[in-house]
């Protein structure tokens, strides 16, 4: 993939808890269209740095904006209006919803629209109802859920939830998705199905940043890989080249990885 502009772009990101440091000043640049992951071993920082440059942990030092936008210190509602959203590595959902129910109000909340708004009803409320329904459908179909719409949540798999929560970041046309182990504990099949949505997602123009363990998917996916130890950034760069990085290969993956190689934990 050529250069290309950054949409994101961080700065000195440093996070400590009880005086163990998480994340050490950390920098690194996602390139607009780019689909970008971020691995290292248990406990290096991964999953606190997404935290923070999405508003879900208070960062001690260090700054991130999205298009220039200065978002540091911001909550997760202010990033999420901004263009960058997110899913979660526990999966949650609506049980009692059908699933065109669930991304409705995925859309609702980034709209401001509460029930006071849908008791007065009006062209507003009318006009955004019609425009997220339209969007679930799309997402659904996307995400090979269409046949469901009007299915209760509770009878998808834990991989179609997976699915489900990319649908729903996905409801507000994002600038870019941070998504947060997107194929743990999941069969080889739907892993193939969720790299095809992703790929489908970015094509669209949608920038991806993701964590993950699956350093086959990781390698077969990324544009570019960051490399996290210890809280620091250890190397970045295209996947072959961080396929062969000794120093990645001494710290994180062992030797060339072939084959799939999963591991479990939340760095």
């Known amino acids: 993939m050529s250069a290309a502009e950054p949409v994101l772009q961080v700065r000195n990101l440093t996070k400590a808890y009880y005086g163990l440091t998480a994340v050490d000043d950390v920098s690194f640049d996602v390139e607009r269209g780019s689909i970008t992951s971020i691995i290292g071993p248990n406990g290096s920082g991964k999953s606190t740095t997404i935290d923070c440059i999405s508003g879900f942990q208070r960062a001690n030092r260090g700054q991130w904006s999205l298009d220039g936008k200065d978002l540091t210190g911001r909550t997760p509602h202010a990033h999420a209006l901004a263009g960058l959203c997110r899913t979660f590595q526990t999966v949650r959902a609506y049980d009692d919803l059908p699933l065109i129910d669930n991304l409705r109000v995925a859309r609702q909340e980034h709209d401001g629209l509460n029930w006071w708004h849908a008791l007065r009803g009006g062209a507003r ?66 892993i193939r199905g969720i790299e095809e949505i992703v790929r489908e997602i970015n094509g669209a123009g949608v920038t991806v940043l993701f964590v993950e363990h699956n350093v086959e998917f990781v390698m077969n996916l990324s544009h570019r890989v960051i490399v996290l130890d210890g809280g620091r950034v250890l190397a970045e760069g295209p996947p072959d080249l961080i396929h062969r990085d000794q120093r990645v290969l001494d710290a994180y993956l062992g030797a060339p990885v072939d084959a799939a190689t999963d591991g479990a934990g939340h760095g």
């Open 125 to 190: 409320t009318r006009a955004a109802e019609a425009a997220a329904t339209e969007r679930a459908l799309e997402l659904l179909s996307i995400v090979k859920m269409a046949q469901y719409a009007e299915a209760p949540a509770a009878i998808l798999s834990y991989g179609q939830r997976k699915l489900l929560a990319i649908a729903a970041v996905m409801m507000t046309r994002p600038k870019i998705v941070i998504l947060d182990e997107p194929v743990a504990g999941v069969n080889p099949t739907m």
